[in-house]
């Protein structure tokens, strides 16, 4: 590796600023004289959109696989299978000289009609991170850098370049900042993207606290920050914040405002030169990957369409899956011949082929008869016709096949949905069909969550195939017939209706501000804690086999510092092969501030032939208990019960098992004139001097108003949230000393204990 110090001591401050500053629209600025070249990055993230003229930001790029987009990626719960597509796509990453790919995007599901979300793992942090980490360990492991995107809390389209996201800290470090923290401390992505939006008032790409505090400092980012194309407002500002490399290029204006603030003293030059110094190391370490012209393009097909078919999930089925042998089948939409499987903006792939599902169905199909008819317009129109014609066609079939795809004027990087539903159009054409057809299969392609209440009954069976990326037609077929037998499970909850959603009331906000006023009660950590019904909850999802769990084993106790290994046996018994995503979640029986009921801390995707018994193990540590504190300003564990509960769903907890945690955190004494009976009473030091006193106020007050005095209050209830030093105030009168003193004297007693 480059000595990267004497290289910085030979730039000068022009050539440093302009380090700082893309030079195209994919590029960083070489410094040929110093021997610096430049890197290349392309969007990402599930697969490479490498434009053909590296001069334009949007333009045809050159064929590359288009994998599955992250939310069918997800629902696979298959961390290897990540991997691998992680190495794939560096594969092709390297063959088109790409140093660096634009992904993953960890943002979380906030809401359903988020326009993004198909570029989005989950409504749930952990999940989000650990396949976050795995992508990325896949693609770096092949010496191909990636952009961990979008940071932070980017959980909408709708002003997406300007809105300010008011988040408070315990949500922000609970639910919107986990996933990049645990993608940065496994995977240590070469760069992380910053988002558009401002977080509490400040735009991301000048955020001190994000960039700097949390992100190179606390979790030890080694590589570089980057803004979002075109999130930089104030170049300086950005610098100091603690934004590594505008982009995109070329922003004179932005390079002479370098100079300039570093000439007049406004920014330190040693803050220039440390984002420097993090782009230098990037772009040697980018030097030493090897070359290779090619990928195998067939074996990448393959892939994608193990990973769709593994991604699918069978949210309905009555018995009808996997297809029988029937005469004739009647397979309707659009989509079985115009396989919606991207979304639309920057992740859009040119790909290398493409699977028909039509064509995919007729290769498995042998002697079965395919019908086909569109059944619905490419555009959110109505048009009774085709319904009319779909019927027709239907009512001799053995069996009715919808693909029904939503309409990319519905969903879409740059916009969010407004409403949850297919189109009304869809929504007929369901009803029509269903009612001639008693054998009817819908199969979904849609980003995110649909919602299908008002069908759902008519319907043999229901197959969620997201956008599945250019090899999804061969998968829906794989599974459809059996060949493959689903085991994917849903990453996000299927709401019974969009008003149900947590963010509902205040999404997506209005003058510039959206209030995440629902907090940590995100996703299934709503609907778990409200019990509001939900169509499908998170981590559900159906196969041709089933699943029996049995034998939790969990330690009995043990201390947050050493965490835990928890175990429990699942068993295929059913008749045929399967894989089963087995989810562990954790319930804090008492804590001194509300949490959500069950949280997910760890899974584990196990494959298990028929009648087969796995033992699955899952190390569950230190995070996976505590909670963020928003006054002491970290993560606590407070000693106590936890619930460990294994679940085939959020919702569908088949084992449990109790286990009792020791804290072994030193916290801070935080008891201040302000606080309330209560708080001295349980902080450790505070019960020590304050319990005499305590028991001699009581008994005073039980004196005072019970009997014929009373004013039907219950003492302790009264007084417990109360501040002592306004209990103390009632009484001056009967004191020797001015309450306030009172007050201090046990304040100085009590913060200069040891526990
Ligand atoms: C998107 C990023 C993307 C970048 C470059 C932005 O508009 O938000 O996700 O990587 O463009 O295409």
Redesign the pocket.
């Known amino acids: 590796m480059e000595n990267i110090q004497n290289i910085i001591s030979q730039m000068t401050l022009e050539e440093k600023a302009s380090l700082c500053v893309g030079v195209g629209p994919w590029t960083t600025y070489p410094i040929e004289r110093l021997g610096v070249p430049r890197i290349f990055v392309s ?2 993230p599930h697969g490479i959109r490498r434009v053909i003229d590296e001069n334009q ?1 949007a333009q045809k790029s050159l064929p590359a696989t288009c994998f599955p987009t992250a939310s069918c990626s997800a629902s696979t719960w298959n961390t290897d299978l990540i991997y691998r597509m992680g190495e794939a796509i560096a594969e092709e990453a390297i063959a088109y000289d790409v140093d660096v790919v ?1 992904g993953p ?1 960890v943002n979380i599901k906030r809401s359903p009609l988020g326009g993004r979300n198909f570029e989005y793992f989950s409504e749930d942090p952990y999940l989000s991170g650990e396949l976050a980490a795995s992508l990325i360990n896949g693609i770096q492991s092949k010496g191909v850098g990636t952009s961990l ?2 940071y932070a809390v980017n959980n909408q389209e709708y002003q997406r370049f300007s809105i300010n996201a008011e988040v408070d800290e315990r949500t922000l470090r609970e639910i919107y900042l986990p996933a990049f923290e645990a993608a940065v401390k496994k995977a240590q992505p070469w760069t992380v ?1 910053c988002a558009y939006n401002k977080v509490n008032g400040t735009y991301c790409s000048e955020h001190h606290e994000l960039l700097v505090d949390i992100l190179k400092n606390e979790w030890g980012f080694e590589g570089l920050v980057v803004s ?2 075109g999130a930089v407002h104030d170049r300086v500002e950005s610098m100091k914040g603690g934004l590594d490399l505008e982009m995109p290029g070329p922003q004179e204006r932005h390079v002479k405002a370098l100079v300039q603030a570093v000439r007049s003293g406004d920014c330190e030059e040693e803050i220039l030169d440390k984002s420097v110094e993090r782009i230098l190391k990037i772009i040697f370490k980018a030097q030493q990957t090897d070359d290779n012209d090619s990928f195998d393009k067939e074996a990448h097909h393959d892939l994608a369409r193990e990973i769709a078919a593994e991604g699918i999930v069978l949210l309905k089925n009555d018995g009808i899956l996997p297809l029988k042998t029937h005469e004739q089948i009647a397979v309707i939409g659009r989509s079985a011949k115009e396989a919606y499987y991207q979304g639309g903006g ?1 992740s859009h792939i040119n790909p290398t082929q493409l699977d028909i599902p039509f064509n995919e169905l007729r290769e498995r199909a042998g002697d079965t008869e395919l019908l086909f008819v569109e059944g619905y317009p490419k555009q959110d129109e109505y048009k009774q016709e085709m319904i009319d014609e779909a019927v027709s066609v239907v009512k001799s079939a053995d069996v009715a096949l919808l693909y029904i795809a939503l309409p990319t004027s519905k969903e879409s ?1 740059g916009y969010d949905r407004k409403d949850l539903d297919l189109t009304e159009h869809q929504v007929a054409l369901i009803h029509a069909v269903a009612e001639v057809q008693p054998n009817t299969v819908v199969i979904l392609n849609s980003g995110s969550a649909i919602v299908m209440q008002s069908w759902i009954d008519e319907v043999n069976a229901v197959l969620q195939g997201w956008m599945m990326g250019q090899a999804g037609g061969g998968a829906i077929a794989d599974v459809l017939f059996g060949k493959v037998n689903p085991s994917g499970k849903i990453t996000e909850t299927f709401p019974v209706e969009l008003s149900d959603t947590p963010a509902y009331i205040n999404w997506p906000g209005g003058a510039g501000e959206v209030h995440y006023g629902e907090r940590m009660y995100v996703g299934y950590r709503y609907y778990e804690t409200k019990q509001v019904p939900v169509m499908f909850p998170f981590g559900y999802g159906l196969s041709y086999t089933a699943f029996e769990y049995s034998n939790p084993q969990v330690p009995k106790a043990f201390t947050d510092k050493e965490g835990l290994i928890v175990q429990v046996d699942v068993t295929n018994t059913g008749d045929v092969p399967g894989k089963e995503a087995v989810q562990v979640y954790v319930h804090d029986c008492e804590s001194a501030l509300a949490r959500p009921p069950k949280e997910l801390k760890g899974f584990a995707k196990v494959e298990l032939e028929p009648g087969q018994t796995k033992t699955v193990s899952i190390s569950l540590d230190f995070r996976s208990f505590a909670y963020y504190h928003p006054q002491y300003h970290t993560w606590v564990t407070e000693d106590g019960d936890f619930d460990i509960l294994f679940g085939a769903s959020s919702a569908d907890i088949r084992q449990s098992a109790r286990t009792t945690m020791k804290s072994t955190i030193e916290l801070p004494c935080m008891l201040c004139r302000e606080s309330t009976i209560k708080e001295w009473l349980e902080d450790p030091r505070g019960a020590v001097v304050f319990q005499p006193m305590y028991d001699e106020i009581h008994s005073g007050l039980e004196k005072m108003f019970g009997g014929d005095e009373s004013i039907g209050i219950e003492v302790s209830d009264m007084i417990v949230d109360m501040p002592l030093i306004s209990l103390l105030l009632f009484q001056q009168s009967a004191l020797t000393m001015p309450a306030e003193d009172i007050v201090d004297g046990l304040l100085q007693q009590a913060h200069n204990m040891e526990v």
Do not use: P, V
Request: hydrophobic share 35%; no cysteine; net charge negative.
């Open positions: 969007d990402g930001i634009l995007g995107k979008h993207m979002d194309w920057s990087e």
